[in-house]
């Protein structure tokens, strides 16, 4: 529950500072959560409850501050200041921006491209006898994940009508 230890200071200071003051799109990682399968009762079927872990925490998150936003925006002089003049209180912008970088996060984490918790729910729908394979392959999932990423766009247009749908719960429309 401590994310100290989980703390990158290249994938989780530096690189997200350096994305924020040179105003391009921020990437970073965080160390994984040391787990031993060997001490879990039934090791597949656990490790996918580890996966969904942090998927599921980011998605409760987004929930979490999406009622939040909700609430903060159904209040007129807040709809209005957004959309007419564009200026809305610091507080209402960050619920609304947490909740959005959540979502981006648990969609993100769910990828079935190793080294995200998606992966797990690949290893647990193979057969076992496809399981070498698929362990050769994890090596090679950055690689996949930078070309599905910012090579082809497609997570973009997979996130696309999530966003939507949190955005036509926080307005309301």
Request: proline content about 10%.
């Amino acid at each position: 529950m401590n994310p100290i230890p989980h703390i990158d200071p290249l994938g989780s200071i530096i690189l997200p500072i350096i994305g924020v003051l040179s105003h391009v799109p921020v990437i970073g990682w965080a160390k994984p959560v040391p787990v031993n399968p060997a001490q879990l009762r039934s090791p597949r079927r656990h490790m996918l409850y580890v996966g969904l872990a942090g998927p599921a925490t980011n998605l409760t998150l987004m929930a979490v501050a999406a009622v939040i936003a909700r609430t903060l925006f159904s209040q007129d002089r807040l709809f209005n200041a957004l959309y007419y003049d564009g200026h809305v209180g610091a507080f209402p912008r960050f619920v609304l921006m947490f909740a959005v970088v959540n979502l981006f996060l648990a969609l993100f984490n769910l990828l079935p491209i190793p080294p995200l918790d998606g992966s797990s729910l690949i290893e647990r729908l193979l057969p076992a006898s496809a399981l070498p394979r698929w362990y050769a392959f994890r090596p090679y999932g950055f690689l996949v994940l930078f070309a599905v990423v910012f090579w082809t766009g497609l997570f973009g247009k997979f996130v696309a009508p999530f966003e939507e749908m949190l955005y036509r719960f926080i307005f309301r429309y």
